[in-house]
């Protein structure tokens, strides 16, 4: 996954920091439909364009070493499937939507 993002944030006392972010994100996702001892129907790699979002808060514990927090959030769209299983000919739709949530925990070393 390959993302640029921009930060911004607030000084809330001399020690804490808040702080906002917004990105954009690019990533290769894999959808598979079938095996599990049976026949792969469906198998697909895609370059995916998304965006992500997040806050987090920042602790100076002394000059030189800090402690982050950061929840961010991931969104690389949507998506339908359809197709025919060709040994049974039934048709399949598939609606997908790839998101996920991360959470990023930090030790900073100020030299």
């Known amino acids: 996954m390959i993302e640029a993002r921009a930060m911004a944030g607030y000084a809330l006392s ?3 920091l808040a702080f906002g972010s917004i990105g954009v994100v690019q990533a290769q ?3 598979t ?3 599990g001892g049976g026949p792969i129907i469906f198998d697909v790699y895609q370059t995916r ?3 992500s979002f997040g806050f987090g808060a920042s602790r100076r514990l002394n000059d030189q070493i800090s402690l982050t927090a950061e929840l961010l959030y991931y969104d690389l769209g949507s998506e339908t499937i359809s ?3 060709g040994p049974s000919n039934s048709t399949f739709t598939l609606d997908q939507e790839i998101t996920f949530t991360e959470l990023r925990l930090g030790l900073n070393f100020q030299f």
């Open 14 to 16: 001399e020690d804490w």
């Open 29 to 31: 996702t894999r959808t």
């Open 33 to 35: 439909i079938g095996g």
């Open 49 to 51: 364009m998304g965006h």
């Open 83 to 85: 197709g025919i299983d």
